[in-house]
């Protein structure tokens, strides 16, 4: 179970014009209208992901890529009714524990820049910002100080070359980062070190670069899928590696291939799952035509791409969640999608299970069904109520902007004060229904 409380939050992005942040725990639900903002919370995050992911240097940050698409720096800009009444930057903040990374981008006329980089661990604090302020010059005077001192005594011992009073420092950009660079002068010549580029400044590229992101859209089911590489980190969406994990599983007779199984089963999916080399290049996926087990049933499989679309959507949903190492956030869109009823309920087990191994588990969700899986999972006893964060989004009605509410869970899963109209709706279309063949049997009677 997690010990280390890990927090996100945006500022300026789309709808979200204030401040808002969200309590990633071990099993984070959101939830809300349609274009009331979920997805927006989680672009920067993702398109941050992508900038480190790519194979080139796109720049502060990469706007269209396989996570996020977008076109315009307008388009991700919050605005509110006026289109002139438009923000020029946003913040974008990871927090895990007492240590932080905080990044404001900026739009000017040559597009997006980083404003600030701020990182905090404990009290100490580094500001930096291109160029550089005297106040943050500073700081960095200060907080380096013990590293100077070294520098200068190893090449005046090593090189004879005495280090001068004069100390500068810069700032580089690092895809979607700001970095420092220490820069002594000699009598002889000038040295630079990067400063900031640690294992602590570090933690925040791996954690962005280990997000399992499974969309809402994870393609059609294939006959055949392209291999591709597995590994600790997934770049792009993750959909493109769910065959390969599972022939690697079946190739090394993991456990974890029998654990999807039996997930599969439960959900009354199939009950049995196959990869299978066609070539070099591609991987095929076979399912057990049958829900459960029978006789001879063995041998009795076919393609996923002959079954229904409830197999080939809910696949990447379990396989990133059993591949998921602890500490590492999985971001799920509608994990429901083309899920029967009783799959949606049996679904809250599976998300509670990776919670409980140590995954960051984040569910954007529309099923009421799968939020009272959840709850009941905590009556069960089988999640503590403290491991669970229920957001709901909504957007203010006169200003358009983001709302985010957090709901206060008990023991038992009960939530009080959450703005949720799941249940007020089923209740609504009950009545109606009962209205309605009311009506008409009072009209058949006349």
């Not at 480190?52 to 076109?71: Q, W």
């Not at 315009?72 to 009444?85: C, F, M, P, V």
């Not at 791996?206 to 059609?220: A, K």
């Not at 070539?279 to 009795?300: K, Y």
Request: charged fraction near 25%; glycine fraction near 6%; include cysteine.
């Amino acid at each position: 179970m997690h010990t280390t409380p890990l927090a996100l939050t945006v500022e300026g992005y789309k709808a979200i014009r204030d401040r808002s942040e969200i309590a990633v725990k071990p099993l984070t639900v959101i939830s809300g209208a349609n274009s009331s903002g979920k997805s927006s919370f989680f672009q920067p995050f993702l398109m941050m992901k992508q900038t480190l992911d790519s194979a080139f240097d796109p720049g502060p940050l990469l706007l269209y890529g396989p996570n996020v698409k977008v076109t315009e720096y307008g388009q991700i800009l919050s605005r509110g009714k006026a289109r002139t009444d438009v923000v020029d930057h946003f913040t974008v903040a990871i927090r895990q524990g007492d240590a932080s990374r905080e990044v404001r981008f900026v739009a000017t006329q040559n597009g997006i820049s980083i404003a600030s980089d701020t990182a905090r661990s404990g009290d100490a604090e580094t500001v930096l910002s291109d160029p550089l302020t005297k106040k943050n010059i500073d700081r960095l005077r200060e907080a380096h100080r013990d590293r100077v001192e070294r520098y200068s005594r190893i090449f005046e011992k090593d090189l004879g070359d005495p280090i001068a009073e004069k100390v500068d420092f810069s700032v580089y950009r690092n895809r979607c980062f700001l970095e420092a660079s220490l820069i002594l002068r000699g009598s002889k010549r000038s040295y630079n070190f990067a400063i900031t580029e640690d294992a602590d400044d570090d933690r925040w590229v791996q954690f962005l670069r280990g997000i399992i992101h499974v969309p809402g859209l994870r393609g059609n089911p294939e006959r055949a899928y392209s291999r591709s590489a597995v590994g600790a980190t997934y770049p792009g969406t993750f959909e493109t590696y769910v065959a390969s994990i599972v022939y690697e599983w079946s190739v090394a007779d993991s456990p974890l291939l029998n654990q999807l199984s039996a997930q599969l089963r439960e959900l009354g999916l199939t009950w049995k799952l196959l990869a299978r080399r066609l070539n070099d290049a591609s991987i095929e996926l076979l399912v057990g035509r049958t829900q459960h087990a029978q006789q001879g049933g063995a041998q009795d499989l076919v393609s996923v791409a002959d079954v229904g679309f409830g197999v080939s959507q809910t696949l990447p949903v379990l396989v990133a969640l059993l591949a998921a190492k602890p500490g590492q956030l999985v971001y799920i869109e509608q994990p429901e999608i083309h899920l029967h009823p009783r799959a949606q309920l049996a679904l809250a087990s599976t998300l509670v299970s990776a919670a409980n191994r140590g995954v960051n588990v984040v569910a954007e969700t529309h099923s009421s069904l799968l939020i009272r899986g959840i709850q009941t999972e905590i009556a069960r006893g089988h999640l503590p109520a403290e491991s669970l964060s229920l957001n709901w989004f909504a957007r203010d009605p006169v200003t358009g902007f983001q709302v985010i509410t957090e709901a206060e869970v008990d023991e038992a899963g009960r939530f009080g004060e959450w703005p949720v109209d799941f249940d007020d709706i089923s209740r609504e279309a009950d009545w109606q229904y009962l209205d309605a063949v009311q009506d008409l049997d009072a009209g058949n009677e006349r």
